[in-house]
């Protein structure tokens, strides 16, 4: 990231991801449902809004409401949308990622 280091953690990097993967229908459950089908885990939808908080409050997310809906007594849903700078940290996660795994030999590594 330009001149700013920033780690994400691995949750915020599964969330992040789901969040890219869904695009402009990406919200709290639609969210949860898209880390359980790709990843198995189970997590709760109150781990989810308190990632997408600390997310959108790093600038890595921009919340936006949708229409009201009659299923939800008239209220609207709150989606987020990823931003550049969102963007940037996974990019850099994945660089991260990358350099760190570069000549690693799992098979050389001593175990205990």
Do not use: C, N
Request: hydrophobic share 45%; glycine share 10%.
């Amino acid at each position: 990231m330009a001149g700013r280091v920033t780690y994400l953690g691995e949750f915020e990097q599964v969330v992040l991801l789901a969040v890219a993967r869904l695009g402009a229908d990406a919200y709290g459950a639609s969210i949860r449902r898209e880390i359980h089908a790709r990843s198995g885990r189970d997590v709760t939808i109150g781990a989810v809004h308190a990632t997408l908080d600390r997310l959108a409050g790093k600038g890595f997310l921009r919340p936006r409401h949708g229409p009201p809906l009659p299923a939800r007594a008239g209220r609207a849903r709150k989606y987020v949308d990823l931003t550049v700078p969102g963007v940037e940290a996974l990019e850099e996660a994945r660089r991260l990622q990358a350099v760190m795994w570069s000549g690693v030999s799992l098979r050389k590594a001593r175990r205990t």
